[in-house]
């Protein structure tokens, strides 16, 4: 799983930088490219979250493992279908693409309540782990 986090992380990075670069001298419009804006805005720093999801050490916390797996199934593909509808309809898209951008806008206010509860669910286990003394 965290192998695709990684992928999606790279994925939507290149999106983001690639987008925003083409929404500031390819995209004519102002309507597309403030939606490229848009999409380039969220897409950015939910590629950053995917890459330090999938550095984080796996909890021993079984719950823990739950909310952290549940954040970056929900995150990934939520930025991906998010940040990509909105790049579509910037390039002329039917108009029905635009149902998939609450869709995927859904997904990542699930994956960012989700970490949320995988930090709550943490609790303990990082003043635990803390509190090791160096070398143990």
Same mark, same amino acid.
């Given at each position: 799983? $965290? ?30 490219? %403030?939606?490229? +804006?848009?999409?380039? $805005?969220? +897409? ?10 999938? %550095?984080?050490?796996?909890?021993? $916390? $079984? ?15 939520? =930025? ?39 930090? =709550?669910?943490?609790?303990? +286990? ?11």
């Amino acid at each position: 799983m $965290r192998r695709w986090w990684i992928v999606a992380a790279g994925l939507n990075g290149l999106a983001a930088v690639t987008a925003g670069a083409a929404a500031q001298h390819l995209w004519g419009d102002a309507a597309g490219s %403030a939606l490229a +804006e848009t999409a380039v $805005r969220y +897409e950015l720093p939910h590629a950053v979250a995917l890459l330090v999801l999938a %550095a984080l050490p796996i909890p021993t $916390r $079984r719950l823990a493992r739950g909310f952290l797996a549940g954040a970056g199934a929900s995150l990934a593909p939520g =930025v991906t279908l998010f940040a990509g509808a909105l790049y579509a309809l910037a390039a002329g898209a039917p108009f029905a693409v635009t149902l998939a951008v609450p869709v995927g806008g859904s997904l990542m206010i699930l994956g960012w309540g989700l970490l949320l509860a995988y930090g =709550v669910a943490l609790g303990p +286990e990082i003043k635990a782990s803390a509190q090791k003394p160096a070398g143990q």
